[in-house]
T-cell receptor, first 112, second 112 residues
Protein backbone atom coordinates (compact mmCIF):
# COMPACT_ATOMS: atom_id res chain seq x y z
CA UNK A 1 0.00 0.00 0.00
CA UNK A 2 1.03 3.62 -0.50
CA UNK A 3 3.15 5.24 2.20
CA UNK A 4 1.95 8.75 2.92
CA UNK A 5 4.12 11.36 4.62
CA UNK A 6 2.87 14.61 6.06
CA UNK A 7 4.69 17.58 7.46
CA UNK A 8 4.73 19.28 9.79
CA UNK A 9 3.55 16.69 12.29
CA UNK A 10 2.38 19.42 14.63
CA UNK A 11 2.44 23.18 14.97
CA UNK A 12 1.25 25.93 17.26
CA UNK A 13 0.17 29.06 15.42
CA UNK A 14 -1.09 32.52 16.20
CA UNK A 15 -4.61 33.46 15.19
CA UNK A 16 -4.84 35.30 11.91
CA UNK A 17 -1.85 33.52 10.40
CA UNK A 18 -1.78 30.76 7.76
CA UNK A 19 -0.08 27.37 7.70
CA UNK A 20 0.64 25.10 4.75
CA UNK A 21 0.67 21.34 5.28
CA UNK A 22 2.50 19.12 2.82
CA UNK A 23 1.60 15.58 1.81
CA UNK A 24 3.83 13.25 -0.17
CA UNK A 25 2.97 9.73 -1.30
CA UNK A 26 5.59 7.19 -2.34
CA UNK A 27 3.70 5.87 -5.35
CA UNK A 28 1.27 7.18 -7.85
CA UNK A 29 -2.25 7.33 -6.52
CA UNK A 30 -5.33 8.17 -8.48
CA UNK A 31 -6.91 10.34 -5.80
CA UNK A 32 -5.72 12.42 -2.86
CA UNK A 33 -7.94 13.79 -0.13
CA UNK A 34 -7.76 16.06 2.90
CA UNK A 35 -9.72 15.34 6.08
CA UNK A 36 -10.16 17.08 9.41
CA UNK A 37 -10.40 15.21 12.70
CA UNK A 38 -11.25 17.21 15.77
CA UNK A 39 -10.02 15.74 19.08
CA UNK A 40 -11.99 12.65 20.01
CA UNK A 41 -14.14 12.91 16.91
CA UNK A 42 -14.53 11.24 13.56
CA UNK A 43 -13.00 12.20 10.23
CA UNK A 44 -14.66 14.78 7.99
CA UNK A 45 -13.71 15.17 4.34
CA UNK A 46 -12.57 18.69 3.48
CA UNK A 47 -11.86 18.26 -0.22
CA UNK A 48 -10.58 16.10 -3.04
CA UNK A 49 -7.22 17.32 -4.36
CA UNK A 50 -7.31 17.19 -8.16
CA UNK A 51 -4.10 17.04 -10.10
CA UNK A 52 -3.49 20.24 -12.03
CA UNK A 53 -6.89 21.75 -11.34
CA UNK A 54 -8.96 23.25 -8.55
CA UNK A 55 -9.86 21.00 -5.64
CA UNK A 56 -13.41 19.80 -5.10
CA UNK A 57 -14.69 21.00 -1.72
CA UNK A 58 -17.31 19.42 0.51
CA UNK A 59 -20.18 21.33 1.99
CA UNK A 60 -19.00 23.68 4.70
CA UNK A 61 -15.47 24.07 3.36
CA UNK A 62 -14.38 26.82 0.98
CA UNK A 63 -11.32 27.48 -1.14
CA UNK A 64 -10.54 30.83 0.46
CA UNK A 65 -10.18 29.17 3.85
CA UNK A 66 -8.56 25.91 2.73
CA UNK A 67 -6.68 26.41 -0.54
CA UNK A 68 -5.34 23.13 -1.89
CA UNK A 69 -2.76 22.37 -4.55
CA UNK A 70 -1.81 19.14 -6.28
CA UNK A 71 0.86 19.87 -8.87
CA UNK A 72 1.56 16.20 -9.61
CA UNK A 73 0.29 12.72 -8.78
CA UNK A 74 2.34 12.28 -5.61
CA UNK A 75 2.26 15.67 -3.84
CA UNK A 76 -0.42 17.94 -2.39
CA UNK A 77 -0.62 20.87 0.00
CA UNK A 78 -3.41 22.18 2.23
CA UNK A 79 -3.26 25.72 3.58
CA UNK A 80 -5.32 26.69 6.60
CA UNK A 81 -5.82 30.43 6.17
CA UNK A 82 -6.52 33.22 8.64
CA UNK A 83 -6.58 30.72 11.48
CA UNK A 84 -8.82 30.98 14.53
CA UNK A 85 -8.99 28.74 17.62
CA UNK A 86 -11.85 26.82 15.95
CA UNK A 87 -9.34 25.55 13.38
CA UNK A 88 -7.45 23.65 16.08
CA UNK A 89 -7.66 20.07 14.86
CA UNK A 90 -5.80 17.22 13.22
CA UNK A 91 -5.54 17.49 9.45
CA UNK A 92 -5.06 14.23 7.58
CA UNK A 93 -4.00 13.57 4.03
CA UNK A 94 -4.97 10.36 2.29
CA UNK A 95 -4.29 8.66 -1.01
CA UNK A 96 -6.44 6.18 -2.89
CA UNK A 97 -5.10 3.79 -5.51
CA UNK A 98 -8.48 2.56 -6.67
CA UNK A 99 -8.63 -0.38 -4.33
CA UNK A 100 -8.07 1.21 -0.93
CA UNK A 101 -7.48 4.53 0.80
CA UNK A 102 -4.57 5.06 3.18
CA UNK A 103 -3.80 7.92 5.55
CA UNK A 104 -0.82 9.93 6.61
CA UNK A 105 0.05 10.46 10.27
CA UNK A 106 -1.72 13.80 10.34
CA UNK A 107 -0.79 17.32 11.35
CA UNK A 108 -1.87 18.38 14.83
CA UNK A 109 -2.61 22.09 14.68
CA UNK A 110 -3.19 24.31 17.71
CA UNK A 111 -4.20 27.94 17.38
CA UNK A 112 -3.49 30.37 20.21
CA UNK B 1 -25.71 12.85 0.77
CA UNK B 2 -24.49 9.71 2.47
CA UNK B 3 -24.87 9.39 6.24
CA UNK B 4 -23.23 6.66 8.31
CA UNK B 5 -24.34 5.79 11.84
CA UNK B 6 -22.08 3.66 14.05
CA UNK B 7 -22.92 1.84 17.29
CA UNK B 8 -21.94 1.48 20.04
CA UNK B 9 -19.79 4.51 20.78
CA UNK B 10 -17.90 2.58 23.45
CA UNK B 11 -17.47 -1.16 23.91
CA UNK B 12 -15.68 -3.04 26.65
CA UNK B 13 -15.09 -6.79 26.39
CA UNK B 14 -13.06 -9.39 28.24
CA UNK B 15 -9.93 -10.65 26.57
CA UNK B 16 -10.72 -13.69 24.47
CA UNK B 17 -14.36 -12.72 23.93
CA UNK B 18 -15.81 -11.41 20.67
CA UNK B 19 -16.62 -7.81 19.78
CA UNK B 20 -19.17 -6.61 17.25
CA UNK B 21 -19.51 -3.07 15.91
CA UNK B 22 -22.41 -2.12 13.66
CA UNK B 23 -22.90 0.59 11.05
CA UNK B 24 -25.85 1.67 8.95
CA UNK B 25 -25.69 3.78 5.83
CA UNK B 26 -28.31 5.83 4.03
CA UNK B 27 -27.35 5.84 0.34
CA UNK B 28 -28.26 2.59 -1.41
CA UNK B 29 -25.71 3.48 -4.13
CA UNK B 30 -22.82 2.98 -1.68
CA UNK B 31 -20.58 0.19 -2.89
CA UNK B 32 -17.47 0.22 -0.71
CA UNK B 33 -17.28 -0.23 3.07
CA UNK B 34 -13.90 -0.07 4.82
CA UNK B 35 -13.05 -0.34 8.50
CA UNK B 36 -10.20 1.61 10.07
CA UNK B 37 -8.45 1.15 13.40
CA UNK B 38 -6.95 4.21 15.03
CA UNK B 39 -4.70 3.93 18.04
CA UNK B 40 -4.14 6.99 20.19
CA UNK B 41 -2.10 9.62 18.37
CA UNK B 42 -1.69 7.50 15.25
CA UNK B 43 -3.07 7.38 11.75
CA UNK B 44 -6.25 5.47 10.86
CA UNK B 45 -5.19 2.08 9.51
CA UNK B 46 -7.28 0.08 7.09
CA UNK B 47 -7.96 -3.32 8.64
CA UNK B 48 -10.57 -4.79 6.33
CA UNK B 49 -12.97 -3.70 3.64
CA UNK B 50 -15.88 -5.13 1.69
CA UNK B 51 -17.52 -4.27 -1.59
CA UNK B 52 -21.20 -4.43 -2.38
CA UNK B 53 -20.96 -7.60 -4.46
CA UNK B 54 -19.80 -9.61 -1.43
CA UNK B 55 -21.76 -10.51 1.70
CA UNK B 56 -18.93 -11.46 4.02
CA UNK B 57 -15.15 -11.24 4.19
CA UNK B 58 -12.72 -12.67 6.72
CA UNK B 59 -9.10 -12.02 7.59
CA UNK B 60 -7.87 -14.14 10.48
CA UNK B 61 -9.71 -12.89 13.60
CA UNK B 62 -11.53 -10.11 11.78
CA UNK B 63 -14.63 -10.39 9.64
CA UNK B 64 -17.04 -7.96 8.05
CA UNK B 65 -20.60 -8.71 6.98
CA UNK B 66 -22.77 -6.62 4.67
CA UNK B 67 -26.55 -6.60 4.36
CA UNK B 68 -27.40 -4.42 1.36
CA UNK B 69 -31.13 -4.81 1.81
CA UNK B 70 -31.03 -3.45 5.33
CA UNK B 71 -28.14 -1.09 4.50
CA UNK B 72 -25.96 -2.15 7.38
CA UNK B 73 -22.57 -3.72 7.84
CA UNK B 74 -20.74 -5.04 10.87
CA UNK B 75 -17.21 -5.69 12.09
CA UNK B 76 -16.61 -8.86 14.07
CA UNK B 77 -13.43 -9.42 16.06
CA UNK B 78 -13.00 -12.85 17.63
CA UNK B 79 -10.58 -13.95 20.36
CA UNK B 80 -9.91 -10.36 21.30
CA UNK B 81 -6.48 -9.37 22.57
CA UNK B 82 -5.28 -6.28 24.48
CA UNK B 83 -3.71 -4.90 21.29
CA UNK B 84 -7.19 -4.74 19.74
CA UNK B 85 -7.94 -1.81 22.05
CA UNK B 86 -8.38 1.26 19.82
CA UNK B 87 -11.00 3.42 18.14
CA UNK B 88 -12.63 1.75 15.15
CA UNK B 89 -14.27 3.70 12.34
CA UNK B 90 -16.55 2.40 9.64
CA UNK B 91 -16.99 4.28 6.38
CA UNK B 92 -18.98 4.12 3.17
CA UNK B 93 -18.49 5.40 -0.34
CA UNK B 94 -20.49 5.50 -3.57
CA UNK B 95 -17.26 5.86 -5.56
CA UNK B 96 -15.20 2.88 -4.50
CA UNK B 97 -12.21 3.72 -2.32
CA UNK B 98 -12.64 7.43 -2.87
CA UNK B 99 -14.87 9.92 -1.08
CA UNK B 100 -15.39 8.23 2.28
CA UNK B 101 -18.10 9.16 4.77
CA UNK B 102 -17.14 7.99 8.25
CA UNK B 103 -19.16 6.78 11.18
CA UNK B 104 -18.73 8.39 14.58
CA UNK B 105 -16.29 5.77 15.84
CA UNK B 106 -16.30 3.06 18.52
CA UNK B 107 -13.81 3.05 21.36
CA UNK B 108 -13.05 -0.62 22.02
CA UNK B 109 -11.40 -1.60 25.28
CA UNK B 110 -10.18 -5.13 25.87
CA UNK B 111 -9.98 -5.98 29.55
CA UNK B 112 -7.31 -8.51 30.57
Amino acid sequence: SAVISQKPSRDICQRGTSLTIQCQVDSQVTMMFWYRQQPGQSLTLIATANQGSEATYESGFVIDKFPISRPNLTFSTLTVSNMSPEDSSIYLCSGADGSAQHFGDGTRLSIL
Amino acid sequence: GENVEQHPSTLSVQEGDSAVIKCTYSDSASNYFPWYKQELGKRPQLIIDIRSNVGEKKDQRIAVTLNKTAKHFSLHITETQPEDSAVYFCAASIQGAQKLVFGQGTRLTINP
